[in-house]
């Protein structure tokens, strides 16, 4: 078990590592829903994991599918594909991300992680105008790759304060 | 086992697959695992330590930040909250430093362990001074002192602490960077051998199990289909070439052996029928001398019978003539009783008397002369039938060739059927052939079966190793994470993970491909599978035609049976005709005897004329004497008198002779007549006997034809033309015999026909022969042929046409069957 002291201080170093990269290139993990691809700041990623099963917790907020067990910790699952109102295809979601949202872990359901890249910042486009609403606040922005673009997610914007604070409340086992 | 069986060449094929496939893959699976070692290590061990130096650094800062604020704090509650923070860090850095040098002191190097034990004693030396004297002068007031300390010697430690740990985080990067040179250099081995042993499996096994599957399987069966399809038609000239020593090259050598066995059969069946040919044209002939034999013992019985009838006629001369002489005697008699009675009239009746006398000795010269001519028809009878004895012994021996030749063809059949017998014997061996293909085919179904079976576990094992390579990668992904999270330090570790990840796509990638190329060897194992089904319906083909060919045989069989019969008749008939004609001979014996016995009374009735004429003679003499002393003679009238009596006597006696050779003549022209009938007989005994001759005939014709279904190959086919030049000669003859004019056309026509098929067919052959050998054979046939053609064409048909049909025949029996001998000599000698 790491204790709660151990883990800020980690979030406090990858926390100053990020400034010292911000003059420079950011790196993003791509993954894939379906055909689209999309990318995630490595920053606020702890791990990847194949796709295990997923517990549901009874009276659980709607936006949490499940928990799972990682290493003894309780964590909770979001589907992304419901989160981006996405049509459950035939592709299987076989990875979990396990990231970090401002202190707090979650885990997301992927179909794929297939790279990670390094791409300048200068590189970044703006998201879509057309985009409005909730969804157009959480795309941090986009970038031109070979066959597309794809989409960069805000982690931090993606959940609700009040999403937030419902992940405070401890989902021990 | 046998190397060159199908079902071990198939299996050693399928373990050298699999120690090719398992060799790899226990190299691939055991890189792998080496990798994902080191991987672990990197992560377990050197990632930790820096991850852990790193936090010692902060720990340490964290310490002397509030230590300095404790410094510069004024309020006792706070110094102490202060204290507290501080105590707790100090045991944190503690147990991490007690747990981080006792744990991993083996597994580290010397340079290592006096860095972290140097580190521990600096800190040892900060921590004491701290707690005995800094601490104590925060808590009694003394600022400055407690400053002073602070930063001086504490800075110092505090410094040397920081760059310990900086060297610590280095010698690890190093060390981790180390290790993933290793495993870089791992991969690129395991990707390399992974490539060169795809290709050592596709460059060398597929070829190699193609070729082999098409060498040991597809060639050798299509070979036999081919040959199988051959057979049905009726071509047993070639042999099936397979060299191969596996079970196909066995049945083939099987099917071969059959095949030469047939083709004997068949040879010698043809051999046979060319002799049984000759046989029956022996027959035929035998029956047309036998008919000529009959015709002539016909023709000398009517000489017989005529005979017979003239000595009758001589016989009936010869009465009368003794009848007038009886008369005579009589009237001799009257006389010499009338000279007795008047002694004086005897004197001027001497002279009529002598004239008388002279008269009486004519007539008996005359019956000498009839006795002689008599006896000599006697003889002609005797010769005649002696004639007719001789022609009856010709007909008996001429019966018993026929009865011999009758036996020989029973003999000839009895052969076929053997060997027809041995042929169906051998058609069975090559079902019990087929039989051992179809369980050696099946056998090969299991082993294939088995393979397929094997390439399956193969592609779970395939599995096994694409699974190794997605958690490698997952593996590479996270450390890549880490690594990029551990800013400016992981930047190394971020490049290598990079890389390793790379290398696991790859061997995705290659697993891929590998499930591909098992994928594939499935399917022409599926191939293999129908190629197998295929050959076992070429199998059941084969049964088939071999059943079918003991048909053919068994038709054979039944047909010689019914030859058989046929001959056994004969010889029966010509046995019924032997003893008839022996009847014939027996009872013209008794004629012979008869006529001995004849000739034998009449040269006793000449004794007696000559008798008689000696004592006409001597009474010519008594006549003159009586001339000379007529007196004399009336005494002796009485001696006449006597003497007239016995001569009467005599005459009488030859009567009775006469009335017996009539009796016996009659009897004889009753035999003639027998005899005549049975001629007749014999006449329609010879009649059925050519009716069953052609009978036979046709048999033969219909047994030709069911031979020349089977085609033997060039020197067989020159045997067939021999049999059309037998035809030919057998038409020849036929139309030497042939009267009608039209007929005779007929034959002329059809044998002209016959040689030009001939000509065509020796052509065809002398042109498609190869074998220096048979060609030189083909032509020295048409060599004989042409002579034989142009003699029967310039001598033999003009010979007939001008009627000379002895001269003609001569020929053809001649110097033409001398050529049509030579002919088959010639074939034969080779054969």
Redesign the interface.
Known sequence: MVSSS?IQ?KAM??AA?RD??THGDI?L?CFKLGAEAYGLD??Q??????HQKITVVPKAPCFIDGVINLRGMVIPIIDLRKRFELQASGHLRNRIIIADVENRIVGLVVDD?TD?ISVSKTNLLPPPKMIKGTEATYLGGMIDIEGGFLFIIDLDKMLTAEEKGSLDVPLEK | MKLHHLKVKIYIGFMVFLLLIGIGTYIHYSSLKEVNGFLQEMYDEHYTASMLAVTQKARLSDVRAQLLAMTGEADKDKKDKYHARIKELTREIDDNLTQWFEKDVKVRDVKMNALIRNLQTVWNNFRTMRDTQIIPFIYDGKIQEAKALAFGIQAERYKEMIRLTDELVKMEEQEARELLDISKETFKELILFGIVASLVIVLIYLPLSYYTLRKDFSEPLADLSDHAKRMTEGDISHDIKIDARSELGEYSRHMNEAVKGMKEIILKTKGLFINMDEAVKKIGHSVFVMKKGSEDQARDMTDVSTSVEELHKIARDIARGMDELLKLSEGTSSSILEMAASIEEVDSNVADLTVAVGDTSASIQEIASSLKEMASGIDNISRGADETSTALVQIDASAKEIENHARQSVKLSNEVAKESERGVMSVELTHVGMEKIKEAVSSIAIVIEELDKRSKEIGKIVKVIDDVAMETNLLALNATILASQAGEHGKGFSVVADEIRELSERTAVSTREITGIVLGIQGQIQNAVASVGEGTVKVVEGEKLSSETTLVLRGIMGRFKGFQDMSLEIAKATQEQSSGSRQVTQNIEVITNTLHQMAKAIQEQSQSADQIAKTVEKMEKLASLIRKATTEQAGESKTIASNTGKMMKAIQEIDTACSNQEKESQQISAAVVETSARATKGMENSRMMEEMVSVLKQEMDALKQGLERFKLGRISMVMLELNTINEIRSMLLAAIEEKDEQKRDVYAHKIKDLSSRVDRNLAELLAGSKDEKIVAIIKELKLIWNEFKHTRDAQIIRLIHEGKIQEAKDLALGIQAERYGKMVALLYVDV
Not at chain 1, 45 to 50: A, G, L, S
């Open positions: 151990q201080k170093e990858r590592v010292i990269n790196q993990i490595i920053m990623i702890k791990e990847i994991i194949r992680v990670i």
